[in-house]
T-cell receptor, first 116, second 108 residues
Framework: GAGVSQSPSNKVTEKGKDVELRCDPISGHTALYWYRQSLGQGLEFLIYFQGNSAPDKSGLPSDRFSAERTGGSVSTLTIQRTQQEDSAVYLC??????????????FGEGSWLTVV | DAKTTQPPSMDCAEGRAANLPCNHSTISGNEYVYWYRQIHSQGPQYIIHGLKNNETNEMASLIITEDRKSSTLILPHATLRDTAVYYCGRGSNYKLTFGKGTLLTVNP
C-alpha cells in the first residue's frame, strides 16, 4: 500500500498474555519508529530502527517490551505478560532516511491495545 | 516532551485564520520544528516542518522566530474539518519528540 500499514487495528487481550503488533512501513523507507499514545496523552517515543538494527531502544518502558525488524521492512513489537497500563495506541512510523533532520516521518493508523 | 510546550486548547471561527503557538526555548541549532495533527482515532498526519526560515505549503504556514525559541502554525482559512489535536515537535538526527498538543476546535 501507499502508507504505513499496521495490524491488528484493535486488540483486546487478557492481563498476562503476550501480544504481537505488526508494522509494514512505506516501501523503500529505511527508518522505522514505534511510538505509544496512552489515553489523553501525547506521543511517546519507544524505539527506532535503521535497516534491521535498533540504534535507540531508549523509549521501551520495560524489559517486557521488545521489537525486531527483518529484511529491512516489516517490524514486530512484542509485549510479554501484558499489564493494564500497557493499554494504549501503538503507532508505527517510517521515513525514507533518518527522520527529524528535515526528513518527513509518516505514521500509520495505529494498533489499539486494550488489556483487561 | 517537557521542553516543547503548547496551550492545551484553542478555538477558532470557521473561515478565520488559526494561529497555533509552540514554545521550544531550548531547541538546538540542528533541530527542526515539525507540526503534525491528529483527528480522533486516526494516526498523526504530517503538516509542515522547518529549520530557520518560514515555510508554506498547501496545508499551512510555519513561522519560526529569529531566535528559534518559538514558532506558530497558521491555518489560513480554518474549516470544520481542521478540528484536531495539533502536535508541535522537534527533530534532530533520527528522532522526533512532541509536545502534549493543542486541541483546536473550529466553530461554525
Amino acid at each position: 500500500g501507499a502508507g504505513v500499514s499496521q495490524s491488528p487495528s484493535n486488540k483486546v487481550t487478557e492481563k498476562g498474555k503476550d501480544v504481537e503488533l505488526r508494522c509494514d512501513p512505506i516501501s523503500g523507507h529505511t527508518a522505522l519508529y514505534w511510538y505509544r499514545q496512552s489515553l489523553g496523552q501525547g506521543l511517546e517515543f519507544l524505539i527506532y530502527f535503521q535497516g534491521n538494527s535498533a540504534p535507540d531502544k531508549s523509549g521501551l518502558p520495560s524489559d517486557r517490551f521488545s521489537a525486531e525488524r527483518t529484511g529491512g521492512s516489516v517490524s514486530t513489537l512484542t509485549i510479554q505478560r501484558t499489564q493494564q497500563e500497557d493499554s494504549a495506541v501503538y503507532l508505527c512510523a517510517s521515513s525514507l532516511r533518518q527522520g527529524g533532520s528535515g526528513n518527513t516521518i509518516y505514521f500509520g493508523e495505529g494498533s489499539w491495545l486494550t488489556v483487561v | 516532551d517537557a521542553k516543547t510546550t503548547q496551550p492545551p486548547s484553542m478555538d477558532c471561527a470557521e473561515g478565520r485564520a488559526a494561529n497555533l503557538p509552540c514554545n521550544h526555548s531550548t531547541i538546538s541549532g540542528n533541530e527542526y520544528v515539525y507540526w503534525y495533527r491528529q483527528i480522533h482515532s486516526q494516526g498523526p498526519q504530517y503538516i509542515i516542518h522547518g529549520l530557520k526560515n518560514n515555510e508554506t505549503n498547501e496545508m499551512a504556514s510555519l513561522i519560526i522566530t529569529e531566535d528559534r525559541k518559538s514558532s506558530t502554525l497558521i491555518l489560513p482559512h480554518a474549516t470544520l474539518r481542521d478540528t484536531a489535536v495539533y502536535y508541535c515537535g522537534r527533530g534532530s538526527n533520527y528522532k522526533l519528540t512532541f509536545g502534549k498538543g493543542t486541541l483546536l476546535t473550529v466553530n461554525p
